[in-house]
């Protein structure tokens, strides 16, 4: 009975200690920049610039991030990281994290492009950041629009005006680390 008792009150303990006090409010979370790191047949990585702020009176640190990415309101990507980071109270800070997503998912998006798409994409961030020596977490979902040419060839680059890039079905393939 004693053992009983003893894990209910830790039980309640952590799950205490685990909740995000009333008096701090969520970082939030855009995205900033875009960079192809690497295609195969099966698997692209892209490099995320994500600003994050902080809008407590606080720093908040951070240990670390796991983020679904949606594009035009389709999955899209999946990012994990375990960066540290310290946010400053009042304050912004940028992280580099790699997304990784399936093929199918980015032909969606490249169709869209080619079919005459809009350069703008909706974008959606969904998921936790995890703070704390104990790792609480805390949830987020934040939602906005990047233009794609903002991430372009600069005009007047041999890139600024090439057709899009496909994918062959049979083989992986190189594309420019920049979209």
């Known amino acids: 009975m004693k053992s009983l008792l003893s894990g209910v009150l830790l039980s309640l303990f952590l799950a205490a200690c685990a909740s995000l006090p009333d008096d701090l409010e969520k ?11 690497s295609v195969s047949l099966f698997e692209q990585r892209f490099n995320l610039a994500l600003n994050l702020q902080n809008p407590n009176n606080r720093d908040l640190r951070l240990q670390g ?10 999955p899209f990507a999946s990012v994990v990281s375990n960066q540290a980071l310290t946010l400053p109270r009042l304050g912004n800070a940028t992280m580099t994290v790699e997304a990784t997503t399936r093929l199918s998912s980015w032909l969606n998006q490249m169709r869209h492009l080619q079919r005459g798409g809009s350069r703008h994409f909706r974008y959606r961030l969904k998921g936790s950041v995890y703070g704390g020596a104990l790792g609480i977490n805390i949830p987020v979902e934040e939602q906005g629009e990047v233009n794609f040419d903002d991430f372009a060839a600069p005009p007047g680059d ?14 992986p393939t190189t594309l420019p680390n920049a979209i």
């Open 27 to 37: 970082p939030r979370i855009t995205l900033s920049a875009v960079a192809l790191k």
């Open 65 to 74: 991030l796991d983020l679904e990415v949606e594009l035009n309101g389709q």
């Open 158 to 171: 041999p890139r600024d005006t090439a057709p899009l890039p496909s994918l062959p079905p049979s083989q």
